[in-house]
C-alpha cells in the first residue's frame, strides 16, 4: 500500500495569492473607475454673519458648551460673573490677554512669563483665552497659540476654560473654510466642548484629557 502524495504547506503567502489571483480575474476587463466628484460645497450653513454665530451656538450647546453673548462694554462683567460663579480664585493669563478683559474679576491672576509649571497650572482654578477662529458647523473653536491664547497647557490644564470668540470676524462656516486661515506649523487646538470621553458602554466622563467645562463667549460687534 502507498503512502499518498503530502499536501503543499497552506501558508497566509499562497492564500494570499490565490485570493488576489480570484480577484484579478474577476475585474479583468473592467472599465476604469470614474474620477470622483469635486463638486462639493465648501460650506452648508447660513451665509450672514447672525445665520453663522446662531448656528456657532447651537452646536457648541450641543456639545454642553455653555455659551454666552455680549458685547465688548459688558465682557468684562461677564468675566468676573462667570469665575466668581465657578468659584475660581485663581485664573490663568495668556500672554496678550487684553488687560480690560479681567478687569472687573477678583480672581488671582497667573501670568505665563515665567512661565507656569504644570503643577502651578493643576493648582490653577481656571484660564481666560482668545482664539484663532471658530466653526460653525461643526461647533468647534481653533486656538493656535497665538496672542492672547497662550501655549497648549494653558488651555488644558485648569479645569474652567472662558474662551472668548469675536463675532462675527472669528466665525466661519466650515472646516474647509478655516484650513486656509490656519498655520500648519502652529500648535493648533480644536476644542469642540468640554474634554469627555466614553467607554465601550458610552458612559460619558468629562474632564479626562482637558478641561470640565466650557464656557464660550461669543463678543458681538468685534
Not at 473592467?30 to 448656528?55: I, K, N
Not at 474662551?163 to 476644542?191: K, N
Amino acid at each position: 500500500m502507498t503512502s499518498p502524495e503530502p499536501r503543499a504547506p497552506h501558508t497566509p503567502q499562497s492564500s494570499r495569492g490565490r485570493i488576489l489571483a480570484r480577484v484579478r480575474a474577476a475585474v479583468a476587463g473592467a472599465p476604469e473607475a470614474p474620477e470622483p466628484a469635486r463638486d462639493h460645497l465648501a460650506s452648508h450653513a447660513p451665509d450672514d454673519p447672525a445665520g453663522l454665530a446662531d448656528l456657532l451656538h447651537a452646536n457648541l450647546a450641543d456639545y454642553r458648551a455653555v455659551v454666552h453673548r455680549t458685547d465688548g462694554p459688558g465682557l468684562p462683567a461677564l468675566i468676573a460673573r462667570l469665575l466668581a460663579g465657578h468659584g475660581a480664585r485663581s485664573v490663568a493669563v495668556p500672554d496678550g490677554l487684553p488687560d480690560h478683559w479681567l478687569g472687573d474679576a477678583d480672581a488671582e491672576r497667573r501670568t505665563d512669563e515665567e512661565p507656569l509649571t504644570t503643577r502651578r497650572l493643576d493648582e490653577t482654578d481656571a484660564v481666560v483665552t482668545g482664539c484663532a477662529l471658530a466653526i460653525a458647523e461643526t461647533g468647534t473653536i481653533v486656538l493656535d497659540g497665538g496672542p492672547g491664547q497662550g501655549r497648549r497647557a494653558l488651555s488644558l490644564i485648569p479645569d474652567l476654560h472662558i474662551c472668548v470668540v469675536r463675532a462675527p470676524g472669528q466665525i466661519v462656516a466650515s472646516v474647509p473654510q478655516a484650513l486656509p486661515l490656519l498655520d500648519p506649523v502652529r500648535p493648533l487646538t480644536w476644542i469642540s466642548g468640554p474634554s469627555a470621553t466614553s467607554d465601550i458602554e458610552l458612559d460619558r466622563v468629562e474632564g479626562v484629557h482637558g478641561p470640565r467645562r466650557l464656557e464660550a463667549v461669543l463678543l458681538t460687534g468685534a
